[in-house]
């Protein structure tokens, strides 16, 4: 007689388990109550969506469609799929519910699981939660900053210490299409010296050609280091915006640096993109905060509206903030909630912003915070 197979967890998911419930807390709540300090109010959205909300607006041609997202059929055949991120969803609450027609920004965030297929890893599951948080209705550069300095406050008030910030700018849909015709003829010429995943990258968007940009070989590194930046390529209006994102993180004391080849993978991303990096127990791996500036619509429900973004996986905060926990042979201090932080920001005023490892104090004068407001 067979002995049957054991039942457990789904590859690349994860249990919280009683003993790191503390830790757990610990990150969910610090996040959350900074999102409040900054005004975000919360959000739940469905676990699943139609299929075309992430088709339409991560775009075809991302890795997100193309190898990642979780799709299926229903009993009356629509087709449906865990949300593999959280920006999209959200957006669409936002113009389904009409919040179009109500004070701007629209500061939302929520605190969720999202789904995607791929390797896992330690910090790297299928299954994995993050906190999406939205600022819609404004156009101010401000909100870039200020979320950024948002998520710098958050990882030191976890007890993060190895990182940096990368910072860049892709552009938008004015100066974009010319830097993307320089940037495909340089492809073109050069395609023997690329390996075959940045070939395909290039025939579907040769922007992606700098996704993963440290991962590739170094031969490959090598030759993207002579292709054309978009940073060469911005239009007046995105280089001034660009500057105020960096006049007002010098002026908070956020240190950053510069990444040319610094871009985001999903089509809604535009202007400034920036990215926390910092090394997990492997140093091979890099444990991320990104986001970008992004625009995003349903097609004539509701005029184009600039917005922001930044994610962050809580995997790696729960990680650390467990370690950090056994370091000190005692539980970690609970605080405030929230996940990964995934913002969408347009504009925004906090009440305060908290000092970092300390009690919440006002943000810096020097620091321009985004402006409430109609866009």
């Known amino acids: 007689m067979s002995r049957q197979a054991r039942i457990e967890r789904p590859r690349g998911t994860h249990d919280v388990i009683p003993a790191e419930q503390s830790a757990w807390r610990r990150v969910t709540t610090e996040i959350e109550r900074l999102c409040s300090l900054y005004g975000y109010h919360p959000i739940t959205t469905p676990v699943f969506e139609d299929t075309a909300l992430f088709e339409r607006t991560s775009g075809a041609g991302s890795d997100v469609v193309q190898k990642e997202m979780y799709t299926f059929a229903d009993r ?89 910030l990368e910072l860049n700018s892709i552009g938008c849909r004015e100066c974009r299409p010319a830097y993307l015709r320089e940037l495909a003829s340089w492809l073109e010429a050069n395609l023997a010296r690329l390996d075959d995943a940045t070939r395909e990258k290039a025939a579907t968007s040769p922007l992606r050609v700098f996704d993963n940009y440290q991962a590739k070989p170094d031969a490959v590194r090598a030759a993207l280091d002579e292709a054309p930046k978009i940073g060469e390529s911005l239009c007046a209006t995105c280089g001034e915006r660009f500057a105020v994102v960096r006049r007002d993180l010098d002026a908070s004391g956020v240190e950053y640096r510069i990444e040319p080849t610094l871009v985001r993978g999903l089509d809604y991303y535009s202007r400034t993109t920036w990215e926390f990096v910092g090394p997990l127990e492997n140093e091979t791996r890099r444990s991320r905060a990104e986001g970008a500036t992004t625009t995003w619509s349903r097609r004539s429900a509701v005029r184009r509206r600039p917005a922001w973004g930044s994610a962050r996986g809580s995997s790696a905060c729960f990680s650390h903030s467990r370690r950090r926990a056994l370091r000190r042979k005692r539980p970690p201090r609970s605080t405030s909630s929230s996940l990964w ?31 409430s407001g109609g866009s």
């Open 341 to 371: 932080t995934r913002a969408h920001h347009e504009s925004s005023s906090p009440a305060g912003s908290p000092s970092c490892g300390g009690p919440v104090s006002p943000p810096t004068p020097t620091m321009r915070l985004a402006r």
């Open 76 to 164: 009356s055949d629509r087709s449906l799929t865990l949300r593999p991120e959280g920006t999209a969803p959200i957006c669409r609450a936002y113009v389904e519910h009409g919040f179009q027609r109500e004070p701007q920004p629209v500061k939302l965030y929520t605190i969720a699981s999202m789904y995607r297929y791929g390797a896992p890893g330690k910090g790297r599951y299928r299954e994995h939660w993050q906190a999406s948080v939205e600022a819609i209705g404004s156009d101010d550069a401000s909100v870039d900053a200020e979320l950024v300095q948002l998520y710098d406050t958050l990882l030191r008030r976890l007890g993060v210490t190895q990182y940096h």
